[in-house]
Nanobody, 115 residues
């Protein structure tokens, strides 16, 4: 089992920045890709960004140029630096990790961007 704990969400004005963190614990040696998804009320969960163990990244078009995903040196942490935030970025942000073919999810951290 892999346990994921997110932090860093909050309320910010449009144009502001937030940095999300996620720490994985448990059986972490099999973790490959880690990433962030988000889900706004009444909408489907969507990919925000992914990062692989070799540092390769993938971003949703809506966040390219504004968000940056990175892994910590210990490889069991993942960060999401969010700049130039927009009201449409408001959502619950969930950390995801893939290990031995299984997907694990955190509880989520809320991000609210006011206009």
């Amino acid at each position: 089992q892999v346990h994921l704990a997110e932090s860093g969400g909050g309320l910010v004005q449009a144009g502001g920045s937030l940095r999300l963190s996620c720490v994985a614990s448990g059986i972490i040696f099999g973790i490959k890709t880690m990433g962030w998804y988000r889900q706004a009320p009444g909408k489907q969960r969507e990919l925000v960004a992914l990062v692989s163990t070799d540092g390769g990244t993938n971003y949703a078009d809506s966040v390219k140029g504004r968000f940056t995903i990175s892994r910590g040196n210990a490889k069991n942490t993942v960060f999401l630096q969010m700049n130039s935030l927009k009201p449409e970025d408001t959502a619950a942000y969930l950390c995801n990790a893939e290990s031995f073919g299984r997907a694990f999810w955190g509880q989520g951290t809320q991000v609210i961007v006011s206009s």
